[in-house]
């Protein structure tokens, strides 16, 4: 049976409703930078005689470096903001390019179909509560989001009806593909650990940090005393990415955390609490709850990576293939400084892939 695909291009609106429900799995980020705005009324590119207009630019980039900031510190996600900004103008050509072959093939979303996207981006909060007051934040009411996230989901039947029905990768290609790549699967040192922040930001006074600092110690004394770590981070923890999970962070390992913060979990024995840690974002205390020495990761641990990876790999060429006959037949006009530069030659695929959080 053909698997449905998750479109890669996600709807500005639905996708920053998500991101902001979400948070990052590993230590909470500084907001990036501030982009600088297009005119909302500039133009882009035209798709066939339709207008990609500045403020829809500027949506996608937003969305786009917000999502990013999940997983990089602010000086790299400054570094590949060339990058996300002809990504962002790739997308929104190709969201349109597809969009408008749905439209000409008669391609349209049910109801049902609607009301199960709804219930998955309700999915991604942590109540009904939660999802209907940042729609409200957000300026929009649940029949204006139902019909924003059509389009999405005319693309995403679209792009659902190109797939083979055979493109799920078989045992024999995972086995294959993790038997050739030995060193894409050498694991490094490894903690598990949870967090609890108390954020504190630049310019704050020293007696609202003194006064921070005590809030934290006397949380520590308290789960030293046996309180439970997890239900005082569901408390008290400002990581929105990690406190509904107890302020689990999972397993990572060196270079992945800011050195304060790495330097003092990969010390700790497993069950340990430490004492407070400040960092760039605030005040920290950290439980181990796990380790992992270096060493070879089974195949079993990986093969449903691996095979997701080369799924993708196989669907991506076939939509590529098929962007790539809509955009020769399309008529592309791109505004002023939104040409597109041509990348650097692609190396061999890696495992997992970079690509931005989905």
């Not at 917000?66 to 060339?82: D, G, H, R, T, V």
């Not at 996207?117 to 509560?129: H, K, V």
Request: aromatic share 6%; charged share 25%; net charge negative.
């Amino acid at each position: 049976m053909k698997r449905q695909a998750k479109t890669l291009i996600l709807m500005s609106l639905a996708a920053g409703l998500i991101i902001s429900a979400c948070g990052k799995k590993e230590e909470p980020a500084a907001p990036p930078a501030a982009e600088a705005q297009v005119a909302p009324d500039a133009v882009v590119a035209r798709v066939s005689g339709t207008v990609i207009t500045g403020q829809m630019y500027n949506q996608r980039l937003n969305a786009m470096v917000q999502q990013y900031s999940m997983q990089f510190p602010p000086e790299q996600i400054n570094q590949l903001k060339p990058m996300l900004r002809q990504q962002a103008v790739a997308a929104l050509i190709n969201e349109n390019l597809l969009f408008q072959e749905a439209t000409r093939q008669g391609i349209t979303p049910t109801e049902e179909d609607i009301d199960k996207q709804i219930e998955e981006i309700i999915g991604q909060f942590p109540s009904r509560a939660a999802f209907e007051s940042q729609l409200g934040m957000s300026g929009m009411t649940l029949e204006t989001l139902r019909e924003n996230i059509k389009p999405g989901l005319s693309i995403q039947k679209l792009v659902d009806a190109q797939l083979p029905e055979d493109s799920k990768a078989t045992d024999e290609e995972i086995a294959k593909f993790y038997a050739e790549n030995p060193a894409q699967f050498e694991r490094p040192e490894q903690v598990e650990a949870s967090h609890i922040l108390i954020q504190v930001s630049p310019g704050e006074s020293e007696e609202v940090k003194a006064a921070k600092r005590l809030e934290i110690e006397a949380l520590r004394e308290k789960i030293a005393g046996g309180e439970e770590f997890a239900e005082w981070a569901r408390q008290s923890s400002q990581d929105q990415g990690s406190r509904e999970r107890g302020g689990s962070l999972g397993f990572f390992g060196r270079g992945q955390m800011i050195p304060a913060f790495e330097e003092v979990a990969f010390s700790l024995e497993s069950g340990a609490l430490s004492e407070v840690v400040e960092t760039q974002f605030g005040y920290h205390l950290i439980q181990v709850t796990g380790k992992r020495e270096a060493g070879t990761v089974p195949l079993e641990e990986v093969s449903e990576q691996i095979g997701m990876f080369l799924t993708n790999q196989k669907n991506q060429a076939v939509v590529g293939e098929f962007l790539r006959n809509l955009r020769e037949k399309a008529e592309i006009e791109y505004g002023p400084g939104f040409q597109p530069v041509p990348p650097p030659p692609a190396g061999p695929a890696q495992f997992p892939p970079a690509r931005p959080p989905q």
